[in-house]
């Protein structure tokens, strides 16, 4: 009998070309198969001028897909979206690239079109067992798929698009085992959050993390999704989940989804998807998910977040190594310590990203706006996470829940999340947001951004302050 | 990409934790499709204030940096957004070498990938050649070849990645080298491919309804 393996372990080894010094190891070289990826306008043009130097061509042209959403306006009317002349483009260049090349491109203005980590699942192009590399940090999303995926830089596109493949580094493993259920109210997004805070931005660095535990089988597709995305910023290389049947339904009917009669046989192969019982992990961590409170951030750093009943810290009683990171945090932000966080009034609303702009997340956020305002002053705006999902939650009427409460309801693209398209904050303003980082200028130069789950989000906008979801909607959050 | 072999030069301490991507290049350097231009958006919104005046206090404004080429830096530099923009900036300012205890991995990938050495020391260790740099600022030898670090007087050993430091002293053709396995790659994907037909991304026009 093989040793034990950890699923990561074992995607690796069916992906391993040929190994440069079979150790078979932790930090072991080798050359590591990669299925697919998915390329943007922003981070995929030099990789493409690369190509075109060298005269190299793309290994395996299927396996990629191009799409628009980093750069794009989020304006309601496509055709009147600003853009400026880099991101036009940008734009061009992606088009072009993909009829020189022979790579299927999503513009601006096609229904499929939207945030890349949104689409590549929606479409039915992540099947667990897969490595997926792509431009994009938050690429480690397609773990809840029990898929190894994982963000690269612009030389290894080019690198993966001439070969197809990466020379890879295998990564030492972490497990993160949460057990128990999270209370009503509290989102996958405040599960990851207390994983980041406890373990520190850096917690995970140069990690494979496997999450799983009784807490993590109860969740959605849509809610592991945003675990896995987040978990980049614990320095997680990889996320990863073990599929299960939730995972092999939510596939069942995507446009892309293999055939009936193949996605049984692949069905089959997946049932070895998991880590060995038996099968050692370099670092585990273990928490319950019933003392888990809703999140919010409070400083620069997206381990730098708190409960929301909670209050702005003393540096002075946080360990020696954080207070001036913590100090200069506070005065980025301009808070002050032992400020409650539910006393700190808010200029934005944000709802969108990779992490949290999902039906499911959108739905979440409509049950708290139902019937309510958002606060004078406010200025609140929702971007669906891709065009599919605006057009599903339309279908449903949740365009009109946002609308009548007050929100924007806008295009789909990564928008406010990290602000390279028109939408971003003014110096000073202070963001409730859905999304996934709080760094200095993420959102604009000089904005303040407090992430939380979508349904915060949309408590902050209403209460026109950091507001607890639970006090505000006791019945529609049961 | 350009090889590194042994460079001295001035090094700057900027001891922060978690200086992310967004910091070191801003999005509103991010809308080319070439590589070129960068040097102005390296740590720009530290550099420069919101009417694009210079800020005096910042360590890379000072009178004596004009010359830098290492940073000497806090735990979990360069974490955050996969930009390699981040690196072709630090290149093109004149930055060729960090010297710190921990990187953003995409990040350190994209420096090994271009030729920016990294050197990752443990914390205590970083915390002494910050002590001994005082104002922040001084001189530094890097020898990639013998492995040694020399600062303000004081030289001791570092350990890298083998893999990258051949790549670094020779400046190799990563995609060329690849390319000499062409025939492993070919028969390899013809076999996993053909035991897991699912996996072939068959194209067709449906619509997300």
Not at chain 1, 166 to 173: D, E, N
Not at chain 1, 200 to 212: L, R
Not at chain 2, 20 to 48: C, E, N, Q, Y
Not at chain 2, 50 to 76: H, Q, Y
Request: proline content about 5%; glycine content about 10%; some cysteine.
């Amino acid at each position: 009998m093989s040793a034990p393996k950890t699923l990561y372990d074992k995607i690796v080894d069916e992906h391993r070309i040929l190994s440069f010094d079979e150790s078979g190891g932790a930090g072991e070289r080798l050359l590591l198969y990669i299925d697919r990826t998915v390329l943007n306008e922003y981070t995929s043009p030099q990789a493409f001028s690369g190509l075109r130097v060298a005269g190299r061509a793309p290994w395996r042209p299927s396996a990629s897909l191009g799409l628009v959403d980093h750069v794009n306006s989020t304006n309601p009317d496509r055709a009147a979206g600003k853009l400026d002349d880099g991101a036009r483009r940008q734009i061009e260049y992606l088009s072009e690239n993909g009829r020189d090349f022979g790579i299927e491109i999503f513009d601006l203005f096609d229904p499929r079109q939207g945030i890349e980590h949104v689409v590549m699942p929606e479409l039915g192009l992540v099947l667990p067992g897969m490595v997926i590399a792509a431009g994009d940090s938050h690429s480690t999303t397609y773990g809840a798929f029990g898929v190894v995926g994982f963000g690269i830089g612009t030389s290894d596109i080019e690198h993966l698009l001439a070969t197809q493949t990466l020379v890879y580094r295998r990564l030492r493993t972490m497990r993160v085992t949460v057990g128990g259920r999270l209370a009503p109210g509290v989102t996958a997004k405040d599960l990851i959050m207390e994983v980041i805070r406890r373990i520190g931005a850096d917690g995970a660095g140069g990690h494979a993390v496997e999450f799983a535990g009784e807490a993590i089988d109860a969740l959605g597709v849509e809610a592991r999704m945003t675990i896995c995305n987040m978990a980049v910023e614990c320095g997680a290389r990889v996320a990863l989940m073990a599929p299960d049947a939730k995972v092999v339904d939510y596939i069942r009917g995507c446009p892309r989804a293999p055939s009936e009669a193949l996605l049984a046989r692949a069905v089959a192969e997946w049932a070895g998807l998991r880590s060995d019982p038996e099968a050692r992990f370099d670092k585990e961590v273990a928490l319950s998910a019933d003392d888990i409170p809703p999140m919010v951030s409070w400083g620069t750093s997206p381990d730098q977040s708190l409960a929301i009943t909670g209050s702005i810290p003393d540096p002075d009683v946080l360990p020696a190594d954080r207070r001036a990171d913590a100090a200069r945090a506070m005065t980025y932000m301009g808070l002050t310590p032992n400020t409650p966080l539910q006393d700190i009034a808010i200029d934005r609303a944000f709802i969108g990203s990779c992490t949290n702009a999902r039906l499911s997340d959108i739905r979440d956020a409509a049950r708290i706006l139902k019937g309510r305002k958002v606060a004078p002053g406010v200025r609140a705006m929702i971007s669906p996470g891709s065009s599919g999902v605006r057009a599903a939650a339309e279908a449903e009427g949740l365009d009109r829940i946002f609308i009548e409460a007050g929100f924007e309801w806008r295009r789909s693209g990564c928008s406010l999340c990290l602000a390279m398209n028109d939408d971003s904050l003014a110096p000073g303003e202070r963001c409730a947001s859905s999304t996934n980082r709080n760094f200095e200028g993420r959102q604009g130069i000089g904005g303040r951004t407090h992430l939380m789950s979508p349904a915060m989000v949309a408590a902050a906008a209403v209460m026109g302050r950091l507001a607890d979801v639970r006090s505000l909607a006791a019945a529609e959050i049961a | 990409m350009e090889r590194f072999i042994r460079l001295s030069g001035r090094v700057a301490a900027m001891p922060a934790a978690n200086i992310d991507t967004d910091v070191i290049m801003p999005k509103a350097f991010l809308k080319g499709i070439d590589r070129s231009g960068l040097a102005v958006g390296l740590f720009h919104d530290l550099r420069f204030d919101e009417s694009g005046t210079v800020r005096p206090d910042f360590i890379l404004n000072r009178p004596d940096m004009a010359d830098i080429r290492f940073l000497l830096v806090g735990p979990n530099f360069g974490c955050g957004s996969s930009r390699e923009h981040a690196v072709w900036g630090m290149l093109q300012y004149g930055i060729r070498g960090i010297i710190g205890s921990s990187y953003g991995a995409i990040f350190a990938d994209n420096a090994a990938n271009n030729g920016l050495l990294l050197l990752s020391l443990p914390p205590t260790q970083i915390a002494a050649m910050a002590a001994r740099l005082g104002d922040g600022v001084g001189e530094v030898t890097v020898d990639l070849e013998a492995q040694r670090i020399e600062m303000e007087g004081h030289a001791e050993a570092f350990d890298i990645d083998p893999a990258v430091r051949r790549a670094l002293m020779l400046g190799l053709d990563r995609i060329g080298e690849t390319l000499t396995h062409a025939d492993r790659i070919r028969s390899f994907e013809q076999a996993y491919l053909a035991g897991k037909p699912w996996l072939m991304n068959e194209r067709n026009d449906e619509r997300i309804s």
